[in-house]
């Protein structure tokens, strides 16, 4: 992505308590970064952040899917919820990013977002809380009873440098947001589908690039996913990672790097893939 680390999750609060939301979106070390994250519960008090599970409304599972092509990602996130307490409302924001030239004000950067609630489309709010932005959005939930949410939207491809002036595609999700909810999440399974051209063909350990990151290294390892967090089975340039009762740590927050490349700035960022991508 010419812009890959978008940490997306939805905050929620009852309609008693003021909610706002924790986490840092995006990180700019070239053109961008894209990346995706889990729901999450959040309130700030007083101007501190205090993370506590949600006390009725709990995560029963979530799928997700991102699919990768050579300019952008379509992301599909699906949340189903489950209200173990009396009726009330939840508000919910997705995150986004901002962006402002000079004067204006700043704009949405989530392209052709859509969510439903049950199936049914719902409308959201772009609004910068804290000086992040979010896609807003109040959700009912009757007494005992169950909710499916979904987002999907489109985000342009983003890169970021590594040792030896290689760039690479870099796609974070963060897992440890759905913690927030009450209870343990009782399924999680993401489907990365690399649907443009390049093809994975192996799974190596992030560690490697911690030491390594010249040309020669990364000619070598131009088919290669690089993944740090929970590992996944790689099977027809599709990376599935499931997970089932658990609770996830920022330990657990998914890092993928993949098809790098160089740029000749002298010719106005023209890319030159490495190897056979």
């Known amino acids: 992505m010419f812009r890959f680390v ?25 053109a961008g970064t894209v990346a995706w994250a889990n729901d999450g519960w959040a309130v700030y008090l007083g101007g501190e952040k205090s993370i506590s599970p949600h006390p009725q409304i709990r995560m029963v599972k979530e799928y997700i899917t991102i699919d990768v092509g050579d300019r952008s990602a379509w992301v599909t996130c699906t949340f189903w919820f489950r209200n173990d307490g009396p009726a009330t409302v939840v508000q919910m924001a997705y995150p986004d990013e901002s962006s402002a030239a000079g004067d204006e004000p700043p704009t949405s950067q989530l392209r052709e977002f859509r969510s439903w609630v049950d199936g049914t489309p719902i409308k959201t709010k772009f609004q910068l809380i804290k000086n992040q932005a979010y896609r807003v959005k109040q959700v009912q939930f009757g007494a005992r009873s169950n909710r499916k949410v ?17 760039y690479v595609h870099d796609l974070h999700y963060t897992f440890s947001t759905g913690a927030c909810w009450k209870g ?3 399924r999680t399974e993401l489907i990365t589908r690399f649907k443009g051209k390049f093809k994975p063909r192996n799974v190596q350990s992030a560690v490697l690039l911690e030491r390594e990151g010249p040309s020669s290294f990364w000619k070598n390892h131009s088919s290669s996913l690089f993944a740090n967090g929970p590992r996944g089975d790689l099977n027809e340039s599709r990376y599935r990672i499931v997970r089932r009762n658990w609770r996830p740590t920022e330990g657990d927050n998914l890092r993928l790097q ?4 160089t740029i000749d700035w002298s010719r106005g960022e023209h890319k030159t893939y490495l190897g056979r991508t």
Do not use: C, D, W
């Not at 999750?9 to 070239?30: A, D, I, K």
């Not at 999907?152 to 030896?164: D, E, F, H, N, Q």
């Open 150 to 166: 979904v987002n999907r939207y489109r985000i342009p491809l983003g890169s970021v440098a590594t040792k030896g002036q290689v």
């Open 6 to 30: 978008r940490r997306t999750f939805e905050t929620g609060t009852t309609s008693e308590t003021f909610m706002r939301h924790l986490f840092v979106l995006f990180s700019f070390l070239t």
């Open 184 to 186: 343990n999440i009782g």
């Open 258 to 261: 993949f098809r790098p490349f």
